[in-house]
């Protein structure tokens, strides 16, 4: 007895680790169906010590599913998350196409679990780089108020997808063995839809997706839009600045932040030590900071390097760290499931 679920992008770099997850996960599971494009049909996994082999997807897949992952691109959810929730799936998107929509709860499970209770058939799960911003400054927003973030992030590979680690480790290789940056062939990074392509390896790329209005790229704006979603304020003023470092997985982010009310940093590190969902790591006097390479494989989301403005008395500094493929995509994809499933709301409402 359990649900009949579906991983929609399932031989992707999150689908791959939303099927770890649904290994470990508390959600009772009947079945589990992959599902990914013509090319993987046929092609097997294995999901608790069983054979599972993938099929291609095509709206009668989601006959008889009870739960639909998504990560396969904006494009496949727009066409086929519809068609899963006409046959009664309840459908975890974690493409940026149903985000902004009013009817869609975006959901960070330690954040609003409560907006899931309006959804009609499909949940979104936020963008990587803002869930663990939302995670480390919720409790803090709870305390003292929240008037304005802006953040820097240092985003690794992986967010762009399987291709793109690819993509990293043949530059790497190919400028160790002496290639010169000329030589290289990138074709995805910084944005596999947009005109130029360049060099990620012993690089830093200042665009993430294509660029959008006043200069800010899609990326940036998804940090600031879905915050203030996912926040319930639009008067949170927030300024991002999104760039792609050659790291393989984990994102990492410094973040500077005004709250309404002054807190001191250790109000904020015994706040954070608590908080759902947040490891604390920040002792300066042991060289203890959060690393992109330590949170690999990890849920929790890093927390380090608290400090006080020098020049703004409610001014805060903060390094956050957390895996961009688990609680960035399939970890929160999941708990969100296991979230749905607690308060009973795993249906489609008529
Ligand atoms: P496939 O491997 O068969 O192409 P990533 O984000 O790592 O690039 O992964 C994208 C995921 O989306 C992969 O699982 C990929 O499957 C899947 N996908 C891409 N195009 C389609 C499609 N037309 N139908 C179903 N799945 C697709
Ligand atoms: C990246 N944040 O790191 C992106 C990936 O809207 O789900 C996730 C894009 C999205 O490239």
């Keep these: 007895k359990g649900y009949r679920i579906a991983v929609v992008g399932a031989t992707g770099a999150v689908g791959t680790k939303m099927i770890e997850m649904l290994e470990d996960t508390t959600l009772p599971i009947a079945s589990v169906k992959l599902l990914a494009s013509k090319r993987s049909a046929g092609k097997t996994r294995e999901f608790k010590g069983k054979t599972l082999t993938i099929e291609e997807l095509v709206p009668d897949s989601f ?4 739960l639909a992952l998504f990560s396969a691109g904006g494009g496949i959810s727009k ?3 519809p068609e899963a929730v006409k046959r009664g799936a309840v459908v975890v998107d974690n ?3 149903f985000r902004m929509d009013p009817d869609v709860p975006l959901v960070v499970p330690e954040v609003n679990p409560e907006a899931l209770k309006q959804h009609k058939g499909i ?3 936020p963008n990587c780089s803002t869930i663990q911003m939302m995670v480390a400054l919720e409790p803090i927003r709870q305390k003292a108020g929240l008037k304005r973030i802006i953040v820097s992030t240092y985003q690794a590979v992986s967010g762009a997808g399987a291709k793109a680690i690819e993509e990293l480790k043949q530059e790497a290789t190919d400028l160790l063995a ?9 074709q995805i990074l910084p944005a596999g839809s947009d005109k130029k392509h360049y060099p990620i390896a012993f690089n830093a790329l200042p665009q993430i997706d294509v660029f959008a209005e006043d200069d800010y790229t899609y990326e940036e704006w998804k940090m600031i839009n879905e915050t203030h979603k996912i926040m ?9 600045t999104c760039v792609r470092i050659p790291v393989v997985s984990g994102h990492s982010e410094s973040i500077y932040l005004e709250t309404e009310k002054q807190l001191t940093p250790q109000a904020v590190k015994d706040l954070l030590a608590q908080a759902p969902g947040v490891t604390l790591q920040d002792d300066p006097s042991q060289q203890i900071y959060p690393q992109a390479l330590n949170s690999v494989d990890q849920k929790a989301t890093f927390v380090g390097r608290i400090r006080r403005d020098l020049d703004v008395e409610t001014g805060l500094h903060m390094w956050v760290v957390s895996d ?3 609680k960035g995509a399939a970890w929160n994809s999941v708990q969100i499931a296991e979230t749905l499933h607690e308060m009973n709301l795993v249906r489609v409402p008529k």
């Design 63 to 66: 006959n008889e599913v009870d």
């Design 79 to 81: 066409i086929f998350a």
């Design 95 to 97: 493409t940026s196409h």
């Design 123 to 125: 949940i979104a799960n």
């Design 178 to 186: 002496g290639k010169t940056k000329e030589e290289l062939n990138p």
């Design 232 to 240: 319930a304020d639009n008067a949170i003023k927030v300024a991002a």
């Design 324 to 326: 961009n493929l688990l």
